[in-house]
């Protein structure tokens, strides 16, 4: 069983479970609190907290493609 899992939540962020780094552009770390539920990032691109989701992904009523639908 691996230490990190992804999941793709539905119409919204990756839900990232399990010990990992973020970085900043210029490398510095990211603070990522432990939290039980893990953390999200943002799929949508139009978090103002990236690369976090920050909710504005059902605000906005984004949907996701799907491979079939952009084939
Ligand atoms: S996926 Fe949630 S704000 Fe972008």
Redesign the pocket.
């Known amino acids: 069983m691996p230490d990190v899992k992804v999941i793709v939540?539905p119409d919204?962020?990756?839900q990232i479970l399990g010990p990992i780094l973020v970085e900043n552009l210029d490398g510095s770390p990211i603070d990522v609190v432990g939290d039980p539920k893990g953390i999200?990032?943002?799929?949508?691109?139009?978090?103002t907290?990236?690369p976090f989701?920050?909710?504005?992904?059902?605000r906005?009523g984004?949907k996701e493609s799907t491979s079939q639908e952009t084939a």
Request: hydrophobic share 20%.
């Open positions: 939540r919204g962020p990756l999200f990032l943002c799929r949508c691109g139009r978090s907290q990236k989701c920050d909710g504005s992904h059902k906005s984004w």
